[in-house]
């Protein structure tokens, strides 16, 4: 019912926004032309709630995402699944039945620009699912705060309270978990809570018990470049567009929204920002880590002159566990080896795609998987209604990898 309702306003919605161009090479345009309108109406109408005072918009889009997508913890024939905590933050669990008597482990941090989303939901529940059962896996897929209530370093403060529970003796033996294959996945700005936990924990000698793999999905790893050539190449390809990624930013630092143009501008990374030293720039710098076919025709926007108070007000731009891509070489070398997924069409390709090269610089082993029909979030809509060959394909190389490496 609920979906069936979904699909209705979808095509209500699709009704409304006309023609979009989108790049020719895009897996299936006009599937994403219809997601891309219902994500733009229900973004229209909460920002109309937010301005007229009703709600937050990111209130007014959580409710309608868990209206459509919230699933009870329900057990099917093949997976056990309940809700439970992980380090004090809520998870559910999804465990294999049958199988092996010790299993693999996998904790998950859902996307959604750390302010949406729930690994309740559907989408994120169905994933999980399949990855317990195709692996004969504990999944555990983590609900860590959300802003605008929770802003940096919560959300990250969270996914490792929830990562070092995981990891814990008593946690891994009450759930069947082998320790020596355990892995630490997200995608999107779960893939970037991945990445910093990956990195915090790689490093820490304490741990008895470590991951031995990190999968990333189109992460999102910095935010000091908002000209990269994927952030020109994509600014107008659904469903992440340029300004919405610069606002997820702002929301997830605590930081206002007005401040969108000047990130959009590259005006918090000018040359006359003291805080940024040229090792610093070197991490990020896509023409020098980025192979060729990928930087294309674009060029870098390095302005001299800037907004250089901005990084004195925000120094988490600045921070690795808020931008895992600005890590120092010897930290990444102690991470576990690495899946990262990207996507072609994704403004956040160039974050996973320097990440990659700067894990393989520091020696550790890194799966590049880069469709090049893919869009960002492409993996989730793997299932009906939203359906997406590409979605299907990447799930199955995703889990493959993991079958053969985990
Ligand atoms: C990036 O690297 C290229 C090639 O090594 C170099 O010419 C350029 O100056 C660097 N850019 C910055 C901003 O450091
Ligand atoms: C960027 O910085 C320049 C130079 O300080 C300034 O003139 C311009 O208004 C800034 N742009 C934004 C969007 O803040």
Known sequence: M???????????????????PLPSGVCEPWKLMLLDALFRSVIQASDVAHSLGLCHHVHLLNRVVSWVEDTEARSCPAVHVSDSTLGGVPARVFRAKGGAELKRGIIYFHGGGWALCSGRMRSYDL??????????????????????????????HDALAAARDFLSAEVLKRHGIDP??????????????AAAVAQELGSDDSLTTRFKAQALIYPVLQALDFHTSSYQQNQAVPIL??????????????????????????????????????????KLNWTSLLPGERRKHYRPLVRDTGSPGLLGELPALMDVRAA???????????????YVMTCEFDVLRDDGLMYVKRLQDAGVPVTSDHYEDGFHGCMVFAYRPMVSSVGRRSMNNYIRWLDQNL
């Open 2 to 20: 609920r979906l069936l309702l979904a699909a209705a306003l979808l095509l209500s919605a699709a009704s409304y926004f006309v023609y979009l």
């Open 127 to 156: 994933l999980c699912r399949k990855m317990s059962e195709d692996l004969d896996a504990v999944v555990m897929s983590v609900d860590y705060r959300l802003a605008p209530e929770a802003v940096f370093p919560d959300q990250y």
């Open 180 to 193: 020596e294959r355990v892995c630490v996945s997200g995608d999107s700005a779960g893939g970037n809570l």
């Open 241 to 282: 567009y340029r300004p919405i990624m610069a606002r997820f930013w702002l929301q997830y630092l605590g930081a206002d929204s007005s401040l969108v143009p000047l990130l959009l501008a590259n005006n918090h990374s000018s040359l006359d920002q003291p805080a940024i030293g040229a090792d610093t720039r070197s």
């Open 324 to 338: 895992p891509l600005l890590a120092e070489q010897r930290v990444l070398g102690r991470a576990p080896k690495a």
